[in-house]
């Protein structure tokens, strides 16, 4: 009777534990490295072999583990993964672009990938994943899609997970992505990526996005901070109930949904996003949605365009910018990477329904040179825009002077964004 009882408590004490705490684990595997350079994978593996069910995956403190084959750390289940030590990719260009994990979603190419369920991935404060991407931005110069960049960290098809407390150093491409994923707390992530060619060359940086979802449901990214050169957080087709909150970005592209409508006859989604407490050094963009051009031009993942869908329930407030060189609230339409003879948005509008958008509480200042628009709402002809608002929005220009508002196609709204 004693046994049984003790069973069924471990039993609910198990079913009870979400992902935030884990059951006591059955195993613990401390990962030795190598130290002389050869590959630590090979023992990583080995690890989550062990250890990746019931147990714990310990990354040493003060440990630098090499990198040099892909790593899909798959079926994993109730584990907590301490990341103390730091993880760095090699630079073997030739063998990641044949090797990284495959996503169909722009042709991603994925380094190391997470899946399973109940996983808490902890970097204590030191964890650190260097993608030693410089060879990267070299190599990709204004090819941001480039086949292959590899992206160092993936939590794909995981259902209860948090990952916390640690830094990505020098993504080769995207830097922290979340692919058919539900219910992820991603917490105190720090992300750094420069390129020291930046100045000369800032197209060098393109597609170091630094969080991007696709596919994925619920997921809150929070008290987080990203230097990186393209947008900072990206909702990808397929996000929905997602959240954001008191995240600092610089350099970054801004806050953004999509590029949506990529994909020829695909329908994307995205529900219920909610950004709040940002703030926005030196970014490209504010708040932003971005989609393709209504025909098809070359093919994904640089060009594309012809797919439809609909963005709505989305709320942005609460945004503290400065320097920002384009829009702080802002629809852009007709968005293209292909290059040489894109027909003019005009000749191609793209379809779609935007409804019941909301920005408010902007504040800040945009860069001398270039921003003068404060809103920048270019819908298509095509495409529905409605229920969309905009409250408190006092991002000025350089030297002081109100930013003008320009409204196309917005239901409800004159050129001048005045309520009609
Ligand atoms: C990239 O994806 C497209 C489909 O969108 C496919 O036709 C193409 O072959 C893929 N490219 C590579 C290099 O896998
Ligand atoms: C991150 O780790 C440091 C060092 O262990 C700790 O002091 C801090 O509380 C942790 N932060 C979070 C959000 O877990
Ligand atoms: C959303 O995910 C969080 C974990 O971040 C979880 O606590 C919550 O229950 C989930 N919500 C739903 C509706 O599943
Ligand atoms: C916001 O996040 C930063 C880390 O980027 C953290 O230091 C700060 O305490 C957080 N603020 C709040 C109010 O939680
Ligand atoms: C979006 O939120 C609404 C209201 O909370 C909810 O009814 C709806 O199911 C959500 N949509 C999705 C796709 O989860
Ligand atoms: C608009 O979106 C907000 C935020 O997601 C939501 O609370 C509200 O219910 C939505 N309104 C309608 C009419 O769907
Ligand atoms: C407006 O946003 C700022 C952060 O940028 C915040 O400190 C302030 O409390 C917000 N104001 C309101 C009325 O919510
Ligand atoms: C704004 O950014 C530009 C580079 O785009 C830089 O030269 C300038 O110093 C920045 N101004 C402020 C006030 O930060
Ligand atoms: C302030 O800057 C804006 C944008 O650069 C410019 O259009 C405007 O003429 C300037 N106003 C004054 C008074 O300098």
Same mark, same amino acid.
């Given at each position: 009777m004693k046994v049984l009882s003790s069973i069924l408590w471990a039993l609910t004490t198990m079913l009870l534990a979400g992902a935030h705490s884990l059951p006591y684990p059955e195993h613990t595997c401390v990962i030795p490295a190598s130290?002389?350079?050869?590959?630590?994978s090979p023992a990583i593996r080995k690890a989550f072999d062990t250890c990746g069910r019931n147990g714990k995956v310990v990354f040493q403190k003060d440990t630098t583990y090499s990198i040099q084959s892909v790593l899909q750390l798959h079926n994993l289940k109730n584990v907590q993964v301490d990341m103390f /030590?730091?993880?760095?990719?090699?630079t073997d260009v030739r063998y990641w672009i044949l090797h990284g994990s495959y996503y169909y979603f722009q042709n991603i190419s994925i380094a190391m990938e997470f899946s399973g369920e109940n996983i808490v991935i902890d970097g204590h404060g030191s964890g650190t994943i260097n993608g030693q991407g410089q060879v990267w931005y070299d190599l990709a110069l204004g090819v941001g899609g480039l086949y292959g960049r590899p992206i160092p960290f993936c939590l794909r098809n995981v259902k209860n997970a948090v990952a916390k407390n640690f830094s990505i150093l020098q993504s080769g491409k995207w830097n922290f992505v979340m692919v058919e994923s539900?219910?992820?707390?991603?917490?105190? @992530?720090?992300?750094?990526?420069?390129?020291?060619?930046?100045? #000369?060359?800032?197209g060098n940086l393109g597609n170091t996005d630094g969080f991007d979802t696709i596919n994925s449901d619920n997921i809150t990214i929070q008290?987080?901070? #990203?230097?990186? =050169?393209?947008?900072c957080v990206s909702f990808k087709p397929g996000s929905t109930n997602m959240h954001v909150k008191n995240l600092t970005c610089y350099n970054s592209a801004g806050i953004? &949904?999509?590029?949506l409508g990529q994909y020829e006859g695909v329908r994307d989604v995205v529900e219920n996003i909610t950004a709040e407490d940002v703030s926005l050094y030196g970014s490209r963009n504010g708040a932003y949605i971005k989609t393709y051009v209504g025909k098809r031009t070359y093919w994904p993942p640089q060009g594309g365009g012809g797919? *439809? =869908?609909?963005?709505?329930?989305?709320?942005?407030? *609460?945004?503290? &910018?400065?320097? @920002?060189? #384009?829009?702080?609230?802002? &629809?852009?339409?007709c968005t293209h990477w292909a290059g040489y003879n894109v027909p003019a948005c005009a000749d191609t509008p793209p379809t779609g329904f935007f409804s019941n958008i909301s920005w408010s509480n902007f504040t800040g200042y945009m860069n001398e040179k270039v921003g003068t628009k404060a809103i920048s709402w270019t819908c298509s002809p095509l495409a529905t825009c409605? =229920? +969309?608002? +905009?409250?408190? @929005?006092?991002?000025?220009? #350089?030297? /002081?002077?109100d930013g003008t508002y320009s409204c196309t196609n917005v239901v409800g709204y004159n050129p001048t964004c005045e309520t009609k």
């Open positions: 130290k002389d350079g050869s590959d630590d /030590g730091t993880l760095e990719y090699s539900q219910n992820v707390l991603v917490d105190n @992530i720090y992300l750094s990526s420069t390129s020291d060619d930046f100045q #000369a060359n800032p008290n987080s901070w #990203a230097n990186v =050169g393209d947008d953004a &949904i999509g590029s797919g *439809n =869908g609909y963005v709505r329930n989305v709320v942005f407030k *609460n945004f503290h &910018i400065e320097n @920002i060189t #384009a829009s702080p609230v802002l &629809i852009q339409q409605e =229920g +969309f608002s +905009f409250k408190d @929005i006092n991002v000025k220009s #350089a030297n /002081g002077t």
